[in-house]
């Protein structure tokens, strides 16, 4: 392989074949080179046009689409952390309140125990005070009763010692003064 000097169409036939290989059985041409390399800077073009734009348009939208998406899923979980605070809340105030309510349902039950065992204590008292009052009645009729049969049997025994006959208006004239006499003694 020699090089040697040549001129015009011949150097680049020598440059095609050092560049292409000793064994390159065809020659390059330079337009042809030049052809494809203003075919492939126009399809170049066309595809940055029409596919990279819409590739990148498409990609950007997704890119957007995963950050918006991110965004809310961050949000939800501001949210569900906040509802979940929230719910705590309602929940510690519900069982405030539940222990409020039992408070006072004790503390009513007290009253009302207390309540009926004072009205229990008033009724047995009423019983009784009745009950005594009762008592006393029969025994004020008790003793008039057994007063009237001592005036009878006392006006009895007195006509059989006198042995005479007393009236009706003296025999209730005796009753009514021994009646009287008895009260006064008692």
């Known amino acids: 392989m020699e090089f040697e000097a040549l001129e015009g169409s011949e150097t680049i036939v020598n440059f095609e074949y ?7 059985a065809e020659v390059v041409n330079l337009g ?8 492939f800077f126009v399809l ?14 498409i990609m950007k939208q997704r890119e957007e689409l995963v950050a918006s998406e991110i965004d809310a899923a961050e949000n939800a979980r501001k949210e569900a ?3 979940l605070e929230e719910q705590k809340a309602l929940l510690k105030e519900a069982r405030t309140e539940a222990q409020k309510i039992i408070e006072s ?5 007290e009253a009302q125990r207390d309540e009926i065992v004072e009205t229990a204590r008033q009724e047995a008292n009423r019983l009784k005070e009745s009950a005594v009052r009762e008592i006393e009645t029969e025994k004020e009729k008790a003793i008039a009763s057994l007063r009237e049969e001592v005036v009878s049997l006392s006006v009895l025994a007195a006509s ?3 042995e005479k006959e007393i009236s009706e208006e003296d025999n209730s004239a005796l009753i009514k003064e021994t009646i009287a006499k008895a009260g006064e003694a008692k």
Request: glycine share 10%.
């Open 18 to 24: 050092l560049v292409l290989g000793a064994g390159a």
């Open 105 to 109: 349902a004790k503390k009513q039950a």
């Open 160 to 162: 059989k010692v006198l």
């Open 44 to 57: 170049m073009a066309l595809l940055k046009k029409f596919a990279w734009g819409p590739l990148m348009g």
């Open 32 to 39: 042809d080179i030049l052809a494809t390399l203003v075919i």
């Open 81 to 83: 952390a906040k509802a």
